[in-house]
C-alpha cells in the first residue's frame, strides 16, 4: 500500500515551459487535493476533486488545469510556467469528510 | 473567512518537557479538525483527527483537544524528545459546501537533547 505517490520528486523548469505533474493514491479514496506550499504562506488549495468526474478551483488556480484521469490519479498543468510558480506542490487525498487526509510526498519545482 | 492561526510560531525546550502547541480558528462551523507533522523537506503526517462533536483524541504521548465554542484546539506532547522536532500543523475543515481544509502556518518545534 504506497498511499499517495507524486511524480516527479524536482523539477526545474525554464519560464514558459510546460509540464504536467502526477498524482495517484491507492487507497481507493473519493476526493483529490493540489495544495502549494511556500514560506510564509502555509499551504494554499489550488484545485480539487471531490469526487471522480468533478473539479472546482481552489484559492489559488489562476496558471493551472487538473484533471481526474480515473479515481486513482490526479494530475496538475502548469501551462506556461512563470517564476511566481516556484513553490512545493502536494497533492492530498481523504475517503470521506470523516476521515484524515493523507498527502504525498510532494514536487519541489523551481521555475527559472 | 475562515481563518486559522498558530501560536508560537517557534518553540525550543529541552528532551523531556511536556509541551502545548496552540490553535485557534475564527469560524465554529467546522466539521473536524487534524493535527499534521511536517519534517524538513517531507510531505505531511497525519497525527490526529477531531470530529466536531468529540473534545479530545489520544494516539501515545499526544493527546489533542478541541473547544469548538471557543474556537481552539491544543496538541499536548508528553515526555519530548528530538525526534519529536518537526513543524506542527493545524487544519480545520469548513462545514459549508466547500468542506475545504485550512492550514494554519505552523509550529516549529525544537527538542534539544
Known amino acids: 500500500n504506497a498511499g499517495v505517490t507524486q511524480t516527479p520528486k524536482f523539477q526545474v523548469l525554464k519560464t514558459g515551459q510546460s509540464m504536467t505533474l502526477q498524482c495517484a493514491q491507492d487507497m481507493n479514496h473519493n476526493s483529490m487535493y493540489w495544495y502549494r506550499q511556500d514560506p510564509g504562506m502555509g499551504l494554499r488549495l489550488i484545485y480539487y476533486s471531490a469526487s471522480e468526474g468533478t473539479t472546482d478551483k481552489g484559492e489559488v488556480p489562476n496558471g493551472y488545469n487538473v484533471s481526474r484521469l480515473n479515481k486513482r490519479e490526479f494530475s496538475l498543468r502548469l501551462e506556461s510556467a512563470a517564476p511566481s510558480q516556484t513553490s512545493v506542490y502536494f497533492c492530498?487525498?481523504?475517503?470521506?469528510?470523516?476521515?484524515?487526509?493523507?498527502f504525498g510526498p510532494g514536487t519541489r519545482l523551481t521555475v527559472t | 473567512k475562515q481563518e486559522v492561526t498558530q501560536i508560537p510560531a517557534a518553540l525550543s525546550v529541552p528532551e523531556g518537557e511536556n509541551l502545548v502547541l496552540n490553535c485557534s480558528f475564527t469560524d465554529s462551523a467546522i466539521y473536524n479538525l487534524q493535527w499534521f507533522r511536517q519534517d524538513p523537506g517531507k510531505g505531511l503526517t497525519s497525527l490526529l483527527l477531531?470530529?466536531?462533536?468529540?473534545r479530545e483524541q489520544t494516539s501515545g504521548r499526544l493527546n489533542a483537544s478541541l473547544d469548538k465554542s471557543s474556537g481552539r484546539s491544543t496538541l499536548y506532547i508528553a515526555a519530548s524528545q528530538p525526534g519529536d522536532s518537526a513543524t506542527y500543523l493545524c487544519?480545520?475543515?469548513?462545514?459549508?459546501?466547500?468542506?475545504?481544509?485550512?492550514f494554519g502556518s505552523g509550529t516549529r518545534l525544537l527538542v534539544r537533547p
Open positions: 487544519a480545520v475543515r469548513q462545514r459549508d459546501s466547500s468542506y475545504k481544509l485550512i
Open positions: 492530498a487525498s481523504i475517503l470521506r469528510l470523516a476521515h484524515e487526509q493523507y
Open positions: 477531531i470530529q466536531s462533536s468529540q
